[in-house]
């Protein structure tokens, strides 16, 4: 089974402080992937990377950096979180496509105050 | 905007009824992508549909893409309170190499 893991279930910060939030998956998957997800939005796509040190803009790349050194990690950065970065964070991870099926992470609920 | 629409955004469904759940784009798709998140969970891969007219199913749940590919179904027939939960549509937009999700409809069970 695919394993894609997230650092943190939960996470709490304040304004302006940077945030990084870890993404790890186990299948040599070359695609991964930075969503949020706010009620009544479904899932945004942040950054994605289809390959190491490759980065895309997703749909709302403002605010946010990514980081892929390693094929297998892929970080995104909240340089300096602001309390509408309050939200739900999903990693994903693919092959192939782009828009091929991807697997979800379990998810990094942040609060920043 | 989102340019995949998904409605209902909220499915009540009574134990044992059919429901059904549509899934719109503004553009022609090479496939649509439907995902199901249970509560507190995060979204699951279920199906991918990549022929005009195609229909798949998977137990209770059918899926249907559009002739013009720009739509698709879901229908879940005698729902249980195992369907709980949101289910998204993804497909990449005619120009595009990424997927854009629809906001979901999220459905709650009446026992």
């Known amino acids: 089974d695919v394993k894609v893991t997230q650092s943190s279930r939960y996470l709490v910060k304040r304004t302006g402080e940077k945030v990084f939030l870890e993404c790890v998956q186990d299948?040599?998957?070359?695609?991964m992937f930075w969503y949020r997800q706010d009620p009544g939005l479904g899932l945004r796509l942040i950054y994605f990377?289809?390959?190491?040190?490759?980065?895309e803009k997703g749909d709302i790349p403002e605010g946010y950096s990514v980081s892929r050194e390693k094929k297998e990690r892929f970080s995104l950065i909240l340089e300096s979180a602001s309390t509408n970065q309050t939200s739900m964070y999903l990693c994903?991870?693919?092959?192939?496509?782009?828009?091929?099926?991807?697997?979800f992470g379990p998810g990094t609920r942040l609060t920043v105050l | 905007g989102q340019q995949v629409m998904q409605i209902p955004q909220y499915q009540h469904v009574q134990e044992g009824e059919d429901f059904t759940t549509y899934c719109n784009s503004s553009?022609?798709?090479?496939?649509i992508q439907w995902y199901k998140q249970r509560p507190g969970g995060h979204p699951v891969f279920l199906i991918q549909?990549?022929?005009?007219?195609e229909v798949k199913k998977q137990k209770r749940l059918t899926f249907q893409f559009g002739e013009a590919k720009k739509n698709s179904s879901l229908h879940i027939t005698a729902t249980q309170t195992t369907d709980v939960g949101t289910y998204f549509c993804?497909?990449?937009?005619?120009?595009?190499?990424?997927?854009?999700f629809g906001a979901g409809t999220t459905v709650t069970v009446r026992a």
């Open positions: 994903a991870s693919g092959v192939g496509n782009t828009y091929n099926e991807q697997f």
């Open positions: 299948m040599d998957h070359e695609n």
């Open positions: 990377s289809y390959d190491v040190k490759m980065k």
């Open positions: 553009t022609t798709l090479s496939n």
């Open positions: 549909l990549v022929k005009s007219g």
């Open positions: 993804a497909g990449p937009l005619s120009t595009d190499y990424k997927l854009s």
